[in-house]
């Protein structure tokens, strides 16, 4: 728990799973300060949750995907948020509507094939959850 146990390990974790790859897109996504996010991708690199690759030199910049680790937290993630849509107190809160990068249902993280060019990330969709009025 120490590892992911934390709401910025869990976020990132969530987005990377979405298929948002890039520092920007996670850091708008999440609202982490930067250098919480620098800290915690670190962190889950080094332990072996995330990956990451170098698509610019000048400056370096950087892709980050999940591992075969971090790929086994993903179906954990969806099944805690089912868990607070279903006994969480009721509450103004959002629901993922849409992913990231292609409009793909939020249930299946978008990913982008090997050899494709990534598309800039876009954020993810939220909407009312199934207790706010529409």
Known sequence: MELIG???????IREIGL????????????GAPREMLTARLRKL??????TRQQYSEHPPRYDYMLTEAGQALV????SLRRWGEKYAPKQKRAVLTRGP???SPAARPSRQPRG?????DRPAEYGPGPDLPR
Request: glycine letters at 10%; zero cysteines.
């Open 6 to 12: 934390d709401r910025w390990s869990l976020l990132v």
């Open 19 to 30: 298929g948002v790859r890039r520092f920007t897109g996670i850091q708008r996504n999440t």
């Open 45 to 50: 690199e080094d332990s072996g949750v995330i």
């Open 75 to 78: 179906p954990v993630l969806r």
């Open 101 to 103: 990068e292609d409009g």
């Open 116 to 120: 494709q060019e990534r598309q800039a």
